[in-house]
């Protein structure tokens, strides 16, 4: 409920207006104006809860209620406080049939207060007040008020869209579909048929108000009920087919959202003006100001099936064969921009990692200075072991653990009772091309490991010419006999 409050001061002197505001004489009325409004932010009795605050504002609205009547603030500075004593006179005829409806208007200079509308008091709209100050409200209507401007505000409007994260990676943009009240074409936004006029409101005179009681020196009034406090009603009948008197219609639209590169999951993005238009049909002052809402866009980004991610870092995970981790190589990674090769150090544990600056995802909010920056692409490798052995690999396994001195690695294939069998013994030596001839893969494999097939040849031009010797010896010792 749209409250005015009514204050007055304590019967007697006047204090001095510009001293209490702080303002010269030479002051102008925006100057006066802009006093006041930090004067009553500052004291507002339900803002500051000082002893002193309740008087200090009761005493900047006294002085801004005296110098920003031009009549008043003359005949101040031309008599001074005297000319606002408390035996100012009183007419009997304010709340008659022609006054102004106010029993106190008489009081033209107590205080400070009185004036044509003023009653026993400034009459101040404290909500509009603070929306000032705050940078508006949604909507505020004072009467008579010199710093009243009234302003409407349309709602904001919040979607979500799904991104890829490659998209939030690169940049999109994506096509938002909305429903915003637009401002309805047909009445222009007055809410009312053509030729139709809003009238003025007759439980409240237009005013928009009522006065409840009078109590203490207040006055307080509360909205009126038959107009809404606006003031005024629209004839039976006269509002807008189209519309209903709001002035507004919802209106399907698409609005074309520009998402960067770098966005996270769970960020807002938000487009100006692309909100809803305010009902203009309810609205007070035909030729108030008017701002629509904004759009607020909610991301969310979907995960990736590779990459994960830390702030503007990108985190992959490569798993390596144990052969490669143990003789080092070179391994495909992917990025954001397509795959590169990297080169993977002998040793390589699992654990250990590796950056590529600057091929992480674009940092947001950079200086121009330095825009254009990325965040880094960090691998960590996991060495990858086989669940399963071939023979083969077991056998070359084990001689590597026999290789390495490794006492501790099981030992399935018996590779030693080989060596045994191997060995020479007290009868007579087989040819050794006969026992190397049928032996298998991994036995040959074994053998050249352990330099058995050194000594043997394979050249049937080197055999014929030892068998040729072998045979001229015999000869040679018969002849000399």
Same mark, same amino acid.
């Given at each position: 409920m749209l409250q005015h409050f009514h204050a007055s001061t304590p019967l007697g002197a006047t204090k001095d207006p510009y001293s209490v505001l702080g303002?010269?004489?030479?002051?102008?009325?925006?100057?006066?104006?802009?006093?006041?409004?930090?004067?009553?932010?500052?004291?507002?009795?339900?803002?500051?809860? +000082?002893?002193?605050?309740?008087?200090?504002?009761? #005493?900047?609205?006294?002085? /801004?209620?005296?110098?920003? =009547?031009?009549?008043?603030?003359? $005949?101040?500075?031309?008599?001074?406080?005297?000319?606002?004593?408390?035996?100012?006179g009183f007419d009997p005829n304010a709340g008659q049939p022609g006054g102004d409806g106010n029993p106190f208007s008489g009081f033209a200079g107590f205080g400070g207060f009185g004036g044509g509308s003023g009653g026993f008091g400034a009459e101040v709209n404290f909500e509009e007040l603070f929306g000032a100050f705050g940078g508006g409200g949604r909507r505020g209507r004072g009467r008579n008020q010199p710093f009243q401007e009234e302003m409407l505000v349309g709602e904001n409007i919040e979607v979500q869209t799904n991104i890829s994260f490659m998209d939030a990676a690169q940049g999109v943009n994506k096509d938002i579909t909305v429903t915003p009240q637009v401002t309805c074409r047909t009445c222009t936004g007055s809410g009312l048929k053509k030729g139709v006029k809003k009238e003025k409101c007759k439980p409240c005179g237009g005013q928009g108000t009522r006065v409840q009681f009078v109590q203490q020196g207040f006055q307080v009034s509360s909205t009126c009920l038959a107009c809404g406090g606006q003031g005024q009603t629209i004839p039976r009948g006269g509002n807008c087919n189209t519309c209903y008197g709001e002035g507004?219609?919802?209106? %399907?639209? $698409?609005?074309?959202? =520009?998402?960067?590169?770098?966005? +996270? #999951?769970?960020? %807002?993005?938000?487009?100006?003006?692309?909100? #809803? $238009?305010?009902?203009?049909?309810?609205?007070?002052?035909?030729?108030?100001?008017?701002? %629509?809402? =904004?759009?607020?866009?909610?991301?969310?980004?979907?995960? #990736?099936?590779?990459?994960?991610?830390?702030?503007? =870092?990108?985190? /992959?995970?490569s798993t390596i064969p144990f052969t490669t981790a143990a003789l080092g190589g070179e391994v495909t990674v992917p990025t954001l921009e397509g795959e590169v090769k990297v080169k993977i150090s002998t040793g390589t544990s699992t654990g250990d990692k590796i950056t590529l600056g600057g091929m992480g995802m674009k940092k947001l909010n950079t200086s121009s200075r330095r825009g254009g920056q990325n965040g880094d692409l960090k691998v960590e490798f996991k060495v990858g072991m086989p669940k399963h052995l071939s023979i083969n690999q077991r056998t070359i396994l084990e001689m590597l653990a026999d290789e390495m001195n490794d006492d501790s690695a099981k030992r399935v294939m018996n590779i030693k009772s080989m060596k045994a069998d191997e060995t020479p013994s007290s009868s007579p030596k087989p040819d050794p091309k006969e026992a190397h001839k049928n032996e298998g893969f991994l036995k040959s494999a074994w053998h050249k490991l352990t330099h058995q097939h050194d000594n043997l040849t394979e050249d049937p031009k080197v055999e014929e010419k030892k068998d040729a010797s072998e045979k001229e010896e015999p000869k040679r010792a018969s002849g000399s006999g």
């Open positions: 303002v010269g004489k030479s002051a102008s009325t925006s100057e006066i104006k802009k006093a006041y409004y930090a004067l009553a932010k500052k004291y507002h009795p339900d803002t500051n809860k +000082e002893p002193s605050a309740k008087a200090r504002f009761a #005493d900047a609205q006294s002085a /801004y209620e005296l110098l920003s =009547d031009p009549q008043k603030k003359a $005949t101040y500075d031309t008599y001074g406080s005297a000319a606002f004593d408390q035996n100012a507004v219609v919802r209106e %399907r639209k $698409t609005v074309n959202v =520009d998402i960067p590169g770098g966005v +996270e #999951d769970g960020m %807002r993005l938000r487009v100006t003006g692309e909100g #809803d $238009t305010p009902p203009t049909g309810s609205a007070i002052n035909p030729n108030a100001q008017i701002s %629509r809402g =904004d759009l607020y866009v909610f991301i969310r980004v979907a995960p #990736d099936s590779k990459f994960s991610r830390s702030g503007s =870092d990108i985190l /992959y995970t």
